[in-house]
C-alpha cells in the first residue's frame, strides 16, 4: 500500500480519498507550488496536513482564525501527530509545549495566525525550525477584493521567498478575478499547479425569502428542525442578542455569538457548539470561518449577507458530512440599503466599491433568481450546471412576466439625467411626482416625467431592486450612489433584449414598514460617503468620530448640500475651528473636486453677512490699487483691515480712516467706493 494510502487509513481512519483530494495530497507531498479551490467540505485540510506527514520538516500553516487552529491541533493530536499552535489564546504550559517539541525536531505541523508574521522574531523562528513547506488555509484572505481580507496574508509571499520553500495555498470561495490576485501576492512568478474541484454541494437545500416578519420566520424554520444544529448569522451584534433569546423562549438551545463578546465567552460558545448536539449559535460573521464541525444541519440568514461570496461560504458550514442539510436566506430592502452603505462608508478605492456593488448585484440576483438557484449560484463560479431540483425554486418556479417596458422606462429615465442620481429621484421623476428637487433641476420637463404613472412607488422600487439584481445598473461610488448602467442594459435599450421580471416579489417583498431612515433615500448614498471621510480623518487623528463631526451635522451636510465654505459654515455643528480642519476635506466630498481656500481672515467671516462684504471690498481693493486710471502709486489693504471694515461697517471716510490699517492716502483713494459699498449692504 503506498504511503499516502496507509497514513491516510492508520492516521485520518479513511479508507480512500474524496474525489480530487489524491492528486493534489500527491502535488503538495512532491514540493509543488499548489493552488487548491475546493468546496466546503470537501476536505482541504487533509490536503496539507497528510503532506506535512509524508514530508520532512516542518510544515508552517498560515490559518485566519484561532478557534479553526485548536479544533485542527486537537484533532491532529488525537489522532497521535505532534501539532501545535502559537497563537494569542494559548495558555503558557500550551506554547512552552510548542517550543520544546521545536527544539526537540518532533513537531510535524506548527499553526500560526498571520499577524504573527510582523513579528520580527517570526522569520528566525522558521528557519531554525526546519520548516520545508507553507500552507496557506483560507487564501482567498489575501485578495484585496474578498469578502474577507486580511492584510497580513500579504507577508506570506515575503515568506515564501525569504525561506525558499514550497507553498500550497486553500480556499473554498474564490472567483476568478479572486484567484488571480491569490497567485499574484503569494506566487509571484513561480506560478503555482491550479486544482478547481468544483463549488458544487448538492446535499444543501437553498431557499430565499422575502421579509415579513423576520424573527418569526427565523422560529418557524428552527421549529421544523427541532434537535438539530444549526447557525443564525445577523447582520448587528445586538440583533444576535435578542434572536437568541427569541429561540430559547421558542425552547431551542441557543446562544449568541459577536466579535464584542469577551474573548473568554466566544472560546465557550466555540466550545459548546462543538461538543452539544442540537445547539443553536446566531452570530455575525465572527462566527464560523473554518467551523470544523461536520454535523450542522441548517444554516439561516435572518439579513441578506454582504456579498455572493460570503454567502456560500457560510452555508457552507452546514451539512459537511454529506448528509442533506438545509439553508433560508431572508432579504428585504433595509438589507440592501444597510450592505450599500458599509460598501459607502469604507476606505477602499472607488475601484473595489464598485466590484463590492457589483458583488452585492449578483447576491441581490440569486435571490430573486428566476430559475434554479444552484444553477445561477455555480455560473458566478464559472460552473455550467443543469437544473438541481435541491432548491425553492425548482420546487416551486417564479412568476415572471415580460417587464421590458418598464426597465426601458427607468433606463431612460437614468439617461435623460445624465446617471447622476438614485433610485428614489428617478422614481419620482416616473412617477410625475413634482419635487424641489425636480423642480430646481427642470427635471419635470423630461420626456420620460410621469411615463410611470401607473405604478406605485414600492412597485418601481422593486423593479429598480430586480434590475440592480439583474446587473442592468449599479451604483456609482464617485458619485454617491447614483445609478449607472451597465453593458448589459445597452441590447435592452436598443430594443434587442427582452427583460423578465418576477411578480411574486414585486407583490409581497418589502411590505412591512421600513425602518426610519436618517436621511431620505436620495440623500443616503452621500451619507455614506462623509461617513468614511469622517472615519478615515478620525483614524488618521486617532479620535473617535464623533470628534470630527456628529451625525447630525453629516446628516444636515448631506440633505443641504453645501458648495462653498459660507454656506459649510452655516452647517449646525460646524465651528470656526472645523471649518478651518475640515471643510475643504467635507466640501471635496460633496462637490466631487477641493473647494477653493480661503483667506484666513476671511475664513473668520465665512457664514456671515459680513463675508459678502469682504469679497466686495477686496475687489475695490483690487481694481484701485494703482488709482481709478491705474497710473497711481500701488497701494493695498491687508486682509485683517478688511476684515475689521467688513465687520465694524464705517459709514463715513473719517470712521474708516481710524480703522487700523487705513492711513489717509488709503481712505482717500478707497474710502469712497468703500462706504458706497457698505451704504448699499446696509
Avoid at 452603505?341 to 478605492?349: F, K, R, T, V
Wanted: aromatic content about 6%; glycine content about 10%.
Amino acid at each position: 500500500m503506498p504511503r499516502d494510502l496507509d497514513l491516510l487509513k492508520s492516521v485520518f481512519g479513511f479508507d480512500e480519498f474524496r474525489p480530487g483530494q489524491a492528486e493534489i495530497v500527491e502535488a503538495v507531498s512532491r514540493g509543488e507550488n499548489t493552488l487548491a479551490i475546493m468546496p466546503t467540505g470537501g476536505g482541504k485540510s487533509l490536503c496539507f496536513q497528510l503532506p506535512a506527514l509524508i514530508r520532512d520538516g516542518v510544515t508552517v500553516v498560515i490559518s485566519p482564525l484561532i478557534a479553526l487552529m485548536r479544533d485542527q491541533v486537537r484533532a491532529l493530536q488525537a489522532a497521535g501527530v505532534n501539532a501545535g499552535a502559537l497563537t494569542s489564546g494559548n495558555t503558557q504550559d500550551e506554547t512552552d509545549a510548542v517550543f520544546d517539541a521545536l527544539s526537540r525536531g518532533d513537531l510535524k505541523l506548527l499553526y500560526m495566525a498571520p499577524e504573527r508574521l510582523a513579528s520580527g522574531g517570526t522569520l528566525n523562528l522558521l528557519r531554525n525550525a526546519g520548516v520545508t513547506l507553507i500552507a496557506v488555509d483560507e487564501a482567498h484572505c489575501v485578495s484585496q477584493w474578498g469578502h474577507d481580507f486580511r492584510p497580513d496574508y500579504l507577508r506570506i509571499g515575503e515568506l515564501r521567498r525569504a525561506l525558499n520553500v514550497p507553498l500550497a495555498a486553500f480556499t473554498a470561495t474564490a472567483d476568478e478575478e479572486t484567484r488571480v490576485e491569490i497567485i499574484q501576492k503569494l506566487f509571484d512568478d513561480a506560478t503555482p499547479r491550479t486544482f478547481l474541484h468544483g463549488f458544487d454541494r448538492p446535499n444543501i437545500h437553498l431557499a430565499f425569502a422575502a421579509k415579513d416578519s423576520p424573527r418569526n420566520q427565523i422560529l418557524n424554520f428552527a421549529a421544523a428542525r427541532k434537535g438539530q444544529s444549526g447557525i443564525v448569522y445577523s447582520a448587528t451584534r445586538a440583533r444576535t442578542e435578542t434572536l437568541a433569546k427569541a429561540l430559547r423562549d421558542a425552547g431551542h438551545p441557543a446562544v449568541y455569538y459577536h466579535g464584542g463578546m469577551d474573548a473568554d465567552d466566544r472560546r465557550e460558545v466555540e466550545r459548546r457548539f462543538q461538543q452539544e448536539d442540537g445547539l443553536i449559535v446566531v452570530a455575525t460573521v465572527a462566527f464560523g470561518m473554518g467551523v470544523d464541525k461536520p454535523d450542522i444541519r441548517w444554516v439561516a440568514h435572518s439579513d441578506l449577507p454582504k456579498s455572493i461570496e460570503s454567502y456560500y461560504q457560510e452555508i457552507g458550514r452546514a451539512g459537511r458530512d454529506g448528509a442533506p442539510a438545509d439553508t433560508l436566506t431572508l432579504f428585504g430592502a433595509d438589507d440592501i440599503r444597510l450592505r450599500r452603505s458599509q460598501i459607502d462608508e469604507g476606505l477602499a478605492p472607488p475601484e473595489r466599491r464598485a466590484a463590492d456593488h457589483g458583488r452585492l448585484n449578483a447576491l441581490l440576483g440569486l435571490a430573486e433568481a428566476h430559475g434554479c438557484r444552484r444553477k445561477q449560484l455555480l455560473a458566478y463560479f464559472g460552473e455550467d450546471a443543469t437544473p438541481c431540483g435541491n432548491c425553492d425554486l425548482c420546487a416551486t418556479p417564479p412568476d415572471l412576466f415580460d417587464g421590458t417596458v418598464d426597465v426601458m422606462k427607468a433606463l431612460s429615465a437614468i439617461l435623460r439625467t445624465g446617471e447622476y442620481f438614485g433610485a428614489g429621484h428617478l422614481i419620482d421623476i416616473l412617477r410625475g411626482t413634482m419635487t424641489d428637487r425636480i423642480r430646481d433641476r427642470g427635471h419635470d420637463q423630461l420626456p420620460t416625467f410621469g411615463v410611470g404613472k401607473d405604478h406605485d412607488k414600492r412597485m418601481w422600487q422593486a423593479i429598480f431592486r430586480q434590475m440592480l439584481g439583474l446587473d442592468l445598473v449599479r451604483p456609482d461610488p464617485e458619485r454617491h450612489g447614483a445609478l449607472r448602467i451597465t453593458e448589459k442594459a445597452h441590447p435592452v435599450l436598443r430594443g434587442e433584449a427582452q427583460v423578465e421580471l418576477r411578480r411574486d416579489t414585486l407583490k409581497s417583498t418589502m411590505r412591512r414598514p421600513a425602518a426610519k431612515m436618517m436621511v431620505a433615500d436620495e440623500d443616503a448614498p452621500l451619507l455614506s460617503a462623509l461617513k468614511a471621510k469622517r472615519r478615515a480623518l478620525a483614524e488618521a487623528a486617532r479620535v473617535p468620530a464623533y470628534v470630527v463631526f456628529n451625525d447630525r451635522t453629516l446628516i444636515e451636510m448631506a440633505e443641504k448640500r453645501p458648495s462653498d465654505l459660507d454656506q459649510m459654515a452655516g452647517i449646525g455643528g460646524v465651528g470656526a475651528k472645523k471649518l478651518e480642519s475640515y471643510g475643504r476635506d467635507f466640501l471635496a466630498v460633496i462637490a466631487g473636486a477641493k473647494a477653493p481656500d480661503l483667506h484666513p481672515q476671511r475664513r473668520k467671516l465665512a457664514g456671515r453677512d459680513a463675508g459678502g462684504v469682504f469679497d466686495q471690498l477686496h475687489l475695490i481693493a483690487t481694481d484701485l490699487a494703482r488709482g481709478e486710471d491705474g497710473t497711481g502709486k500701488y497701494l493695498s489693504v491687508t486682509a485683517s483691515t478688511l476684515r475689521q471694515i467688513a465687520e465694524r461697517k464705517p459709514m463715513t471716510v473719517g470712521d474708516l480712516g481710524r480703522i487700523p490699517g487705513m492711513n489717509e492716502q488709503k481712505a482717500d483713494r478707497f474710502g469712497t467706493a468703500f462706504i458706497d459699498a457698505l451704504t448699499q449692504e446696509a
